[in-house]
């Protein structure tokens, strides 16, 4: 079965940092670049983070720029997001996605997402 799957979330206050995996079943990441999105209540489905299948290319919506860091590790067949400086407005769904060879392409499948909540 091809899937996504997200972990890492959690209940985390104010100011405090999560890193959140994903990983893959049924294929591999690693020749795809990925984005990390997140999705509230009543909004949009938003990215927040791409990076490319190597690795060397990232971006960031301004958000979460100097907050948020994307990586991946090819050999484990991983990608990351470290947030850190957490905000209340940050709590929402967060997933990510595969976009295709490059992160310019728009993205098509997405994993069901992990819960992170900010809150003090």
């Known amino acids: 079965q091809v899937q996504l799957v997200e972990s890492g979330g959690g209940l985390v206050q104010p100011g405090g940092s999560l890193r959140l995996s994903c990983a893959a079943s049924?294929?591999?990441?690693?020749?795809?670049?990925i984005g990390w999105f997140r999705q509230a209540p009543g909004k949009e489905r938003e990215e927040l983070s791409c990076?490319?299948?190597?690795?060397?290319?990232?971006t960031y919506v301004d958000s979460v720029k100097g907050r948020f860091t994307i990586s991946r590790d090819n050999a484990k067949d991983l990608v990351f997001l470290q947030m850190n400086n957490l905000k209340p407005e940050d709590t929402s769904v967060y997933s990510c996605?595969?976009?295709?060879?490059?992160?310019?392409?728009?993205?098509?499948?997405w994993g069901q997402g992990t819960q992170v909540t900010v809150s003090s």
């Open positions: 996605g595969v976009h295709g060879t490059k992160c310019i392409y728009e993205a098509d499948f």
């Open positions: 049924g294929f591999s990441l690693s020749p795809y670049a």
């Open positions: 990076i490319s299948n190597s690795g060397n290319s990232t």
